[in-house]
């Protein structure tokens, strides 16, 4: 408990307070100088509660009048249902998403977007575009024969090592040797079911999973059997297991155990421990896509699933372009078992990666500009993400629930009364609204009830004008 | 006649004099004074002249004496034997190259290498890196959020842009939607022939070819079909008609028409003519690898495979790595009837390609910098080969046979009295000389007695000794 700072402390208790109508909407919260003197603490301390509860969206401030407490969320947006346990899955079948998945994205292209809720990405503004322009022309400076000289073999040297550094904190001991730099998590994705499998076998992934994996297995002739994943623990490990004793050989597992795309779950350390034993008992490549896992609201390190590997099954993938920069494609793996076959594959595939980019992030990640930048990140994400869910609290129809991830880029919604995303899909682009439609994320129709939307971008009455259209129609195509 | 500059019929007058013995070995060559009164000629065209000759190998410069002519080349280097017409093609097969490869690139690394002739590759004095380190820093400078910012689909428009119009120099007609830019040629090949074939399919390519090609379809699961290849006019028409009668269905054919690797042929235009239609006819899909055709010695713009492409049969990729920067990964491809097939497949395994390297290219190569650079480098790779060539001829053993390119990075000799390339590269590795064996360009031992000498470096003391070193040994090892 005494971990917990002061202000966090007092917040739950304010939180407490206007949950149970202590406090109503509208009171004036104490100021300053009442908080100080109340609770005996700094102005500092004070000032921080007071931003805690603005951010989690408790508090508004007005303009030379105060802190007043706001309107709380309403009600009916209930959080999203648990899959039922026991359900056996469906049977692997070979992907046919590329056809779906491009209707969308090339019908998203040819329209007049105004506003764009459809990619999983951020702001060019939430990244340090200006710190990172410093770093690559200082490593340009520094490394004059830089684009005139071979790259090196498996990736940069530095950025190996600040890499392998990082992983530290996630639970991964890994030497430079151990990383392979990859043309972004896709391309990491790719090799490891490159290597771990042969084309018409089964991959296991989650359901429903990001479109961009559903696409890696369609174009590499692989079999999908999706399993029920839970939005707040992550893949259904009691349906893997009902998998695995009913269906053909699973020859590899593909999960996102932290903030997973789209529910936004993260996997319990005891889930994760069984997942691994679990595939090694059966001999399943497990592959994890942790891109997400620096996006967590408090910012504490997740374990990744490669911690608890023993015997090299553990296939970890990661990017930064999401957490460090949208322009860079920077991603790695580190290949346990298939390390030296994953390395093979990437140089006969794509050769080496460029340099320039590998030393930019090396030298920005190893400052403490990174931190600082991921805590801001961090910050504008989660308050983008409650302000996001207010608004659809507030103008999407009766019986509409929702994710409340712990950290992420996007809420994952059900529409309700069997509303199709397709539907939505096409009445929202015709005014110039882009979502992406669960029937994206999945090789089923069993998430057309679904839809993702992004938060990657600061709310803005543009946004909110969007999210009240959405809501809207929604009630409209309802009637 | 008139079209070829004065200096250069004169050089010819002379080349002839001292191939006729009309002048000697160690003749002093006429002086600029003389040379301006005899042709009534500028003492820039004099000066021409002898710089011609100089490159060329004809003459020698001696400090404060004036130039002198050079030794010729012994008559013992006698040029590669042409394929034999008619000769049955191998059997398609799976190949098993990348074990054989990777042994030798492993032995190499792990080896104390003093001396590279292994790699396919110029040193990066030869290439603009001053100039291109400018253009990305100017890039970084006018586009203050691109490392943050999403890349463009496809490829950066202004990239994309330049490559059409250098195209048409190459005799196709592009818009800049018909390119995708990729990472390497490399990465151009493995979508091709992802996007063209199955597993377990025909793929006809050349023999000897790149290794890089076979390693691409053993991961794909391809079976090569090899057809003899001149040094000279490049793959036989007539084998691979040969090899269409009488073989399972080939589904593609990969060939680089210009400056074969490792030949150094050059398909004459009759040749591609004939190729692209049979291939057409035969509905084999037409994969050109253009990656060298800026490298010949005269720089006359090469006609591509692409120009006689009336159906969209043929897929013309090429690459910048050779030309412009070996530390850019750039590639790009027009992909005819499967353009949007590769686009989604590009998509799906790397996403769009970073920005600021093709910024930086498209602003370097929109300038007459460029066709500068592309002169310069000719030019010093004329020299180098010559020099190689001359030094093998010296030093080697007679019965050794090689290659006379017309361009590019290398030679291809043939080692004389069946000695084998695999016992020359266990000897000269342990003396820090690194070759390529004749065996990584084929998936047949057919090419046991050759080796590919790369010559992308300005030509040394230390170079001459190390082909002084291999010619020793080819003498200890044939005794």
Redo the contacts between chains.
Sequence with gaps: MDQIPLYRRLAAHYREAIETGAMAYGDRFPSMRSLMARHQVSLSTALQLCHHLESDGWLEARPRSGNFVRQPRRQTVRPLAEPVPGQAPDPARYVGI?ARV?EFIARG?QSPVKVNFS?A?SA?AL????A??NS??RM?RRH????????H?NGDPAFRSVLAKRAMANGMLLTPEDILVT??C??AL?LAL?ATTQ?GEIVAVESPTFF?LL??LE?L?LRALEIPTSPQTGISIEALELAIQTTDKIKALVVVPHLQNPLGSIMPDSHKARLVALCALHDIALIEDDSYSALSNDGTPLKALKAWDRGGNVIHCASLHKTL?????LGWLTGGRWQSRIE??K???????????QL?AADFMASSAYDRHLRRLRACLKTQRAQTAEAIATYFPDGTRLTEPDGGLALWIELPHGLSSRTLFDAALAEGIFIAPGLMFSNSNRFEGFIRLNCGAPYSAEIDAALKRLGQICKVLQS
Tied chains: 1, 2.
Excluded: D, F, W
């Design positions: 590329n491009s292209r990619s990405r060019p990244y340090p575009g200006e990172l322009k690559a022309a340009l004059p024969e830089l684009l005139v000289s071979p790259p073999n043309h972004g896709i391309e790719n490159r084309p961009g696409q890696v174009t002739g920069a949208p322009g860079l494609r093979m594959l140089y006969v595939h794509s050769r080496n990666n460029e340099e320039l980019a930019a």
